[in-house]
C-alpha cells in the first residue's frame, strides 16, 4: 500500500518530471541552436552524383608527340553522395583528380565535356541556379584588399541573401558568422595583398570560408583549405570548419597530404587514384578504423602503430604498389560490398522525398542589376578612398606636372602677337594631354588586374553580373578623375593665363576632363582585353606613339598624307587639341603676324588655315571626345563580362 504522503510526493514528481524536461531540453536546445548561430534558417541538401565522366581536349603538343587520341578523360565512372552534418574529404595523389571532381560538382570548369548526373535531393541540379544554394572556398584566398573583413563578409551579404531580408537581420547574420569561423575581434582589419600586409594567411583562408557561409549555403565546397598553413593555423582552420558542419551543413574539402589530426576530423572519405577513379567511398570510423579494415583485407601491408592512416593509404595504393601486388583498387572497389551500399545510397538520394519540393529561382542573381551596380559601386568607393597608392599618386602628379608645366609656359596664352607664340601656347595643351593622360593610362591598369581578379570568384559565386561589376568601376572614377581636372585646370589655366571668361574656362574643363576620362577608360579597357597588365602595357604603349604622331601638332592635319588622313578624325587626341585651341582662339579676330616676320593674318583665319580649325567645330569636338569616352567604357565593360583568362 502507498501512503497518502508517498502518493502525493508521486504525483508531484510525475507531474515535475515532465516540466524539468521540457526545462532541461529548453536549455539545451538553446544552447546548441546558439552554438548553430543561425538568425537565418536554411535547407539540409544532399549532393548525389552518378557515373561521372569528364573530357578534356588533348593539347597540340602532346599530339604531335604520337597521341593520337582527340581527347582525354580526367575523370572515370566517379558515383558517391555527400550528406548534411557530414564533413567529406576528397583525397588522392596529384593527378587524381580531387580538384577537377569538386570542380565538376560545382559547375567551375569553363571547358571540357561533362557526362553523367548529378541530383540536389533528389531533382536534378541546376547550374544557372545553383550558386544560391552553394559556396566555394577556392584554394587562393583572393579579395579585395581595401576592404575591412566586415566590408567584405557584408559586402557578399547584401548581394547573396535574399532582397527580402532587411539590413538589421543580415547585419546580425553576418556578425554570428564572425563569430562563428572566429574573426569577430578582426571585424575592422584590413584585408590587405597576401604576403605583403594585412590578414595573415590562416586569417585569410577564415576570411574565405566566411565570405561564402554569409550567402547562407546549404552546401559548400572547399578546395585544400590547409594547405600552405603551419600545424596551429590548419587546425584553427578546420576547427571552423567543424564547426560550420555543426551547423547541419553539407561540407567537402579537398586534402593534401594531411596530418592525423586533420585527417581523423573528417567523417568520410572519398579516395582517388591517378586517373580519376575511385578506390575507397565510406566512413572513415574512430581513428580511421573503417578505411584501414577495408584496405587491409585487400592484402596491403598493415599501418604501423602511431602511423598516420592518411600517408599509409597514399603509399600502399600507390601505382608502384599496384603493380608490386598485381592489383587494381579501383576494379577491387566496384566489386565490393561498400561499392554496392554506396550505390543503394546514391539512388535513394536521387529521388525526392515525399515532403519536398524543387529548388525554384525566378533569377540567377538575388539582387536586380541596379543593386548590384550599387553594392559593387560601394565597394570601388571604399576601394579607392583607402588606396592612396594609386589616387594621392595620381593627384600628386597632377599637381607637379601642372606647376612643372605652368611655369614653363608662364603666360603663354596672354601672348597672342606672332604665329610663334600661337604654336607655344598649343604646345602646352598638347604637352598636358599627353603627359597626364598616359599616366592616368598607366595607372589605372594595375587597380583594374587586381580587382578583375577578385570579380572572377565572385561572378563565380553568383553575386553579380560582369556588366554591373565594370560599369561601377567606371562610374567611381568620374569623381576622381573631375577633381583632378580641377586642380589641374585652376593651377595651369591662371599661370599661363589664358582668357578668363567664364565660358572658356568651362571649355577648357570639360575638354580635359574629358581627355582624362578616356585615357582612363583605354587603359582600363586594355587591362580586360588581355591576360594581365603587363601585357596591357605593351599592347597599349604603340597606341600612345600613333595618337601622338596624328594629333594635328606635330604634323598638322592638312599636310598629312591623303591616305592616312582617315586616322585623324579617329585620333581621340587629335580631336581633344581641337576642342582645347578651338574654345580659345578660333572667335578672336586680332591679327598675328606670321612666321615670315612681314605679313599678318586674323587669329581665327590663321587656325583654319594651317590646322584646318573652325570654330563652327567646336560642338562637334566636344561630341567626339564624349563618343571616345563612352566608347572605351562600353568597350572595358563587355570585354569584363566577356573574357575570362582564369581558365579552369
Known sequence: MV?????????????????VSIFLFNCW???????????LPFQPLSLSFSNINYFVEIPVELKQQGITED???????????FRPSVLTALVGVSGAGKTTLMDVLAGRKTGGVIEGSINISGYPKRQETFARISGYCEQNDIHSPCLTVLESLLFSAWLRLPSDIDLEIQRAFVEEVMELVELTPLSGALVGLPGVDGLSTEQRKRLTIAVELVANPSIVFMDEPTTGLDARSAAIVMRTVRNIVNTGRTIVCTIHQPSIDIFESFDELLFMKRGGELIYAGPLGPNSSELIKYFEAVGVPKIRPGYNPAAWMLEVTSTAEENRLGLDFA???????LFQRNRELVENLSKPS???????FPSKYSQSFFEQFLTCLWKQNLSYWRNPQYTAVKFFYTIVISLMLGTICWKFGSQRE????????????YAAVLFIGITNATAVQPVVSIERFVSYRERAAGMYSGLACAFAQVAIEFPYVFAQSVIYCSIFYSMASFEWTALKFIWYIFFMYSTLLYFTFYGMMTTAVTPNHNVAAIIAAPFYMLWNLFSGFMIPHKRIPIWWRWYYWANPIAWSLYGLVVSQYAD????????DGVHSMPTRQLLEQVFGYRHDFLVIAAVMVAFFVIFFGVIFAFAIKSFNFQRR
Do not use: C, W
Open 3 to 19: 501512503s497518502k504522503r508517498h502518493f502525493r510526493s508521486l504525483a508531484f514528481f510525475s507531474f515535475m518530471l515532465p516540466n
Open 29 to 39: 536546445a538553446g544552447k546548441y541552436f546558439k552554438h548553430r548561430g543561425m538568425v
Open 71 to 81: 581527347r582525354l578523360q580526367l575523370l572515370v565512372d566517379v558515383t558517391g553522395a
Open 331 to 337: 576494379d577491387i572497389y566496384r566489386r565490393s560490398n
Open 354 to 360: 515525399s515532403n519536398s519540393k524543387e529548388l525554384n
Open 418 to 429: 606672332s604665329q610663334q607664340d600661337l604654336f607655344n601656347a598649343m604646345g602646352s595643351m
Open 588 to 595: 578672336d579676330e586680332r591679327a598675328v603676324k606670321l612666321s
